[in-house]
Nanobody, 124 residues
Framework: QVQLVESGGGLVQAGGSLRLSCAASGRTFSSYAMGWFRQAPGKEREFVATMRWGGGSTYYADSVKGRFTISRDNAKNTVYLQMNSLKPEDTAVYYC?????????????????WGQGTQVTVSS
């Protein structure tokens, strides 16, 4: 059974940084697509970033390009989202997701597994 557990959220001032972690277990993830999504109150879940666990391809939403970086540590079976230059509009619950095969997946319905989410709040 695949489990994804996010951590690292919190309260930060605008312009600050946070690093989210997603600890993955239950499978060998080398062929998986890993994604980060976020959902603000009253809004739909939106794509943030995705990568192939096995390496190579990363893809970002325009709203975070140049500020956020998705990466993974194979030894720790963990995916990260480094968030820099945070803005109040980045405030949301952030979710880690996994899809069994890789392609450039930006639709949440394309993902098979989800974590419980971690709150990120950016104050102005």
């Amino acid at each position: 059974q695949v489990q994804l557990v996010e951590s690292g959220g919190g309260l930060v001032q605008a312009g600050g940084s946070l690093r989210l972690s997603c600890a993955a277990s239950g499978r060998t993830f080398s062929s998986y697509a890993m994604g980060w999504f976020r959902q603000a109150p009253g809004k739909e879940r939106e794509f943030v970033a995705t990568m192939r666990w096995g390496g190579g391809s990363t893809y970002y939403a325009d709203s975070v390009k140049g500020r956020f970086t998705i990466s993974r540590d194979n030894a720790k079976n963990t995916v990260y989202l480094q968030m820099n230059s945070l803005k109040p509009e980045d405030t949301a619950v952030y979710y880690c997701a996994a899809a069994r095969t890789y392609s450039r997946r930006t639709n949440p319905h394309e993902y098979d597994y989800w974590g419980q989410g971690t709150q990120v709040t950016v104050s102005s």
